[in-house]
């Protein structure tokens, strides 16, 4: 199996491989690749005599072995891009071309939506002898790290409180969160840092009531500003709703049960054992005096059992019924 970059330097380095399949449920880097295949390989001269585009739903096996075969014309070779390849009743027909491919021909197969059966011959053909990619979501608590890649790719440096944020509001769509910092890099090409002002202005997540700063604010005790924040939440459910709170606030509290065992070592190693930025780690360490483990053991446990009733398990309660009960509980758990 070959990763994203290996097929993206192959094409840019001109080291093409007569076959290509791409398959997976992740769309960002399938759009990304098949771009690259439609235009970083023919000119545009080229491409109106070797450029064949085909959709699986419309083209039966044949016609697809049929224009592999074909010499390319006034160029070195012809590209055949099979697309939506998933919806091809007959794809297991086309075994016979992978295993004996034309070489003037750069064949390449966008398997949308889904992972091809991995018990089927030709899955397994092309898993062993052909160049493949396997495009998987990316889990969501893989999304900050994505991010702050990406933020360098863009020339943006993204801090880890602005990637978490940007995460919470954003989840695991790569094309939306790529297409959001792509729109502030436009808009300011001369800022370095991505900060949580740029983030409120250009894509609309309020820094003063927004999610990512509730837990931050109720594990400090500043109760002005956890009330306050909480009232908003309560009357303007749509913009805090409590699946979304329940995972801040678990991911918050978790921070601080890797910060009470990395209390227990030198503090050069803090911010590695916790996870965070050396900038932060203070922070994150300072309250462990006020949440010692066996409080924050149960504010996890209390948080889990309302996660699960904010999507209906157990509960029928509504999330402004599950916001009150929650941070009540929290509140007396600070208080033990």
Same mark, same amino acid.
């Given at each position: 199996?070959?990763?994203?970059?290996q097929? @993206?330097?192959?094409?840019?380095?001109?080291?093409?491989?007569?076959?290509?399949?791409?398959d997976?449920?992740?769309?960002?880097?399938?759009?990304?690749l098949?771009?690259?295949?439609?235009?970083?390989?023919?000119?545009?001269?080229?491409?109106?005599?070797?450029?064949?585009?085909?959709?699986?739903?419309?083209?039966r096996?044949?016609?697809?072995?049929?224009?592999?075969?074909?010499?390319p014309?006034?160029?070195?070779?012809?590209?055949?891009? %099979?697309?939506?390849?998933a919806?091809?009743?007959?794809?297991?027909?086309?075994?016979?071309?992978?295993?004996?491919?034309?070489?003037t021909?750069?064949?390449?197969v966008?398997?949308?939506?889904?992972?091809?059966?991995?018990?089927?011959?030709?899955?397994?053909?092309?898993?062993?002898?052909?160049?493949?990619?396997?495009?998987?979501k990316?889990?969501?608590?893989?999304?900050?790290?994505?991010?702050?890649?990406?933020?360098?790719?863009?020339?943006?440096?993204?801090?880890?409180?602005?990637?978490?944020?940007?995460?919470?509001?954003?989840?695991?769509?790569?094309?939306?969160?790529?297409?959001?910092?792509?729109?502030?890099?436009?808009?300011?090409p001369?800022?370095?840092?991505?900060?949580?002002?740029?983030?409120?202005?250009?894509?609309?997540?309020?820094?003063?009531?927004?999610?990512?700063?509730?837990?931050?604010?109720?594990?400090?005790?500043?109760?002005?500003?956890?009330?306050?924040m909480?009232?908003?939440?309560?009357?303007?459910?749509?913009a805090?709703p409590?699946?979304?709170?329940?995972?801040?606030?678990?991911? @918050?509290?978790?921070?601080?049960?890797?910060a009470?065992?990395?209390?227990?070592?030198?503090?050069?190693?803090?911010?590695?054992?916790?996870?965070?930025?050396?900038?932060?780690?203070?922070?994150?360490?300072?309250?462990?005096?006020?949440?010692?483990?066996?409080?924050?053991?149960?504010c996890l446990?209390?948080?889990?059992?309302?996660?699960?009733?904010?999507?209906?398990?157990?509960?029928?309660?509504?999330?402004?019924?599950? %916001?009150?009960?929650?941070?009540?509980?929290?509140?007396?758990?600070?208080?033990?």
């Open positions: 199996m070959a990763d994203f970059k097929i @993206h330097d192959s094409i840019k380095t001109k080291a093409y491989a007569p076959v290509y399949v791409l997976g449920e992740e769309p960002y880097y399938l759009d990304k098949m771009t690259l295949f439609e235009e970083q390989i023919l000119s545009p001269a080229e491409k109106e005599f070797n450029m064949t585009v085909l959709y699986g739903r419309d083209t096996w044949q016609e697809v072995v049929n224009a592999c075969r074909r010499f014309m006034f160029a070195e070779r012809q590209v055949v891009l %099979l697309k939506d390849a919806a091809m009743p007959e794809f297991g027909e086309l075994l016979g071309y992978f295993q004996n491919p034309s070489p021909t750069i064949f390449v966008e398997y949308r939506n889904k992972k091809i059966d991995g018990k089927t011959n030709v899955a397994k053909f092309i898993k062993s002898n052909i160049v493949y990619f396997n495009s998987e990316t889990k969501e608590e893989a999304m900050p790290a994505w991010i702050k890649r990406f933020g360098q790719e863009v020339g943006f440096e993204i801090p880890d409180r602005e990637a978490d944020m940007l995460t919470m509001y954003l989840g695991n769509n790569l094309q939306k969160i790529a297409n959001e910092i792509e729109k502030i890099r436009i808009n300011v001369e800022e370095k840092v991505l900060s949580a002002v740029l983030i409120q202005k250009h894509i609309g997540i309020s820094r003063e009531y927004n999610i990512f700063d509730f837990p931050e604010a109720f594990s400090s005790g500043n109760k002005e500003k956890t009330y306050r909480l009232s908003y939440f309560l009357t303007n459910a749509k805090a409590m699946v979304l709170i329940t995972a801040s606030l678990y991911t @918050h509290f978790s921070q601080l049960y890797k009470n065992y990395a209390s227990r070592l030198p503090e050069k190693e803090w911010a590695g054992a916790i996870g965070t930025s050396p900038y932060y780690v203070k922070n994150v360490m300072s309250k462990t005096r006020k949440w010692p483990l066996h409080k924050v053991e149960e446990i209390t948080i889990a059992e309302y996660n699960a009733k904010s999507v209906g398990i157990d509960s029928g309660a509504n999330d402004t019924e599950l %916001l009150k009960e929650l941070m009540g509980k929290l509140e007396l758990i600070e208080m033990i």
